[in-house]
């Protein structure tokens, strides 16, 4: 069966600090990933997706860069972290397009 | 692009009572979804319905796509239901927009 992993699960950084989050899926090949990000506990806005290796599409102009080094690997980052960027961070996969999307257990990010 | 209205935002029930929770979407869509989010953040797959109805033990699922609107009915429900309830369409592409949720509590 498919797994889809996070890390870290919580992470607190100063404003200005760089951030790296990763995101692997287990057991599929070839998986559409996607970032999205969760404010205030409602409603979740898709940030990037990828349909192959080094193909990102960027839904949300903003501060935070994507890149998918590997098949089943899909990063999230950014150089100079902002207040507005702190949020609940969510992986997640699906087998190709308008199929059904499964999620990661999310990041917890609070930029202080 | 699509707009995804949920309602009611807010439910309280009674343990044991039943509830329906609903989606309604501004055009055709591709890929509807029903999400549960409990306390931990975690969001779980409950249907994946474009069109039609599904049941899976106390809760079920419709989809009418002509009139663009989705129904979520959870029957007695319990008090682990609590938490956000999410619905997520998509109209093209890879882009699967959510709506704001409804926060359910249920009381034992």
């Known amino acids: 069966s498919q797994t889809i992993h996070q890390w870290p699960a919580t992470l607190v950084q100063p404003v200005g600090s760089p951030l790296s989050l990763e995101c692997t899926v287990e057991?599929?090949?070839?998986?559409?990933l996607y970032w999205y990000r969760q404010a205030a506990g409602r409603g979740l806005q898709l940030l990037f997706y990828s349909v192959g290796i080094g193909q990102i599409s960027s839904e949300v102009p903003q501060n935070l860069s994507a890149s998918r080094p590997q098949d089943r690997q899909f990063i999230l980052s950014s150089k100079k972290l902002l207040l507005s960027d702190s949020g609940f961070y969510l992986c997640a996969w699906s087998a190709g397009v308008k199929e059904t999307q499964y999620f990661g257990p999310g990041t917890r990010l609070l930029v202080l | 692009g699509i707009q995804v209205e949920q309602s009611p935002p807010d439910l309280i029930l009674q343990e044991g009572a039943n509830s329906t929770l609903r989606c309604n979407f501004s055009d055709s869509v591709n890929n509807l979804q029903w999400f549960h989010q409990n306390p931990w953040g975690q969001l779980i797959n409950l249907f994946y319905i474009p069109s039609g109805t599904k049941q899976n033990g106390r809760l079920s699922a419709t989809t009418v796509a002509t009139e663009r609107y989705s129904l979520l009915y959870i029957s007695s429900s319990q008090t682990t239901d609590s938490g956000v309830y999410f619905c997520a369409a998509m109209e093209y592409g890879n882009k699967l927009v959510f709506g704001a949720g409804t926060i359910l509590r249920v009381k034992s």
């Open positions: 057991g599929t090949s070839n998986p559409n």
